[in-house]
């Protein structure tokens, strides 16, 4: 059973959307699914991407299992599922067919994980680049996206070989560069969905 990644994010153009998928199947590849790697599908916004997925999810069939990842676009409440955030936030129903495994998060924003590897952030915009700019608290679940996007631009405004961050010329770059265990180690909801993935691809050899 092959798992299909609906992912925010990739923009309007064909080369952004092939960054993206590059950005999360080396992300994937690192956090241990090389040899049953998901197929992203990069979706552009938010909102095309529920579509897509719950398209996928009304097709149907045996050999696919679809998972939704999106940003959470603000904190999640402790506890809460993530089709109940979803429903909060966007007014987004949960498919029939759905179950909880289905719907993933980044919270609160894709570039959250950044601060969980605040090394690789140094290695990519080399000198110049100010890492006590950005946030420093290690609970990165709990920082607003308006704060690490500030945090990122700030860090990076004298990078000598990189521009100031921009999302659509580093954000993709950045994650295929990423070490998915200091990401999963501090973000619950990244944990979750690569558990998910890898036991969906275990299940899939039984």
């Known amino acids: ?38 197929r992203i599908s990069a979706c552009g916004g938010r909102q ?16 696919r ?21 979803l429903k909060r ?13 289905n719907a993933h998060l980044m919270v609160q924003c894709m570039e959250s994980w950044f601060l969980a590897d605040k090394d690789t952030l140094v290695q990519y915009f080399g000198s110049g680049f100010n890492r006590n700019a950005l946030p420093r608290r290690t609970d990165i679940e709990d920082i607003s996206t ?6 990122l631009k700030n860090a990076t405004r004298h990078s000598i070989s990189k521009d100031a961050y921009h999302k659509g010329r580093h954000s993709f770059a950045i994650l295929a560069k990423l070490n998915p265990e200091r990401v999963t180690d ?15 691809q275990v299940a899939a050899t039984l």
């Open 89 to 101: 936030r966007d007014n987004w129903d949960k498919p029939t067919s759905a179950t909880d495994d």
């Open 186 to 200: 501090a973000s619950p909801h990244a944990k979750r969905l690569v558990r998910t993935l890898v036991s969906n």
């Open 65 to 85: 299992f679809v998972v939704l990842l999106v940003d959470s676009e603000g904190p999640v409440t402790q506890g809460s599922g993530p089709w109940t955030h």
């Open 146 to 151: 308006q704060d690490v996007h500030r945090g």
């Open 48 to 63: 095309q991407a529920y579509d897509d997925f719950c398209h996928a999810l009304n097709r149907g069939g045996s050999d």
């Open 1 to 38: 059973m092959r798992s299909i990644v609906y992912v925010e994010g990739g923009g309007e153009t064909k080369a952004l959307r092939t960054e993206c998928r590059r950005g999360f199947s080396k992300f994937f590849e690192k956090a241990g699914l090389k040899g049953s790697m998901p």
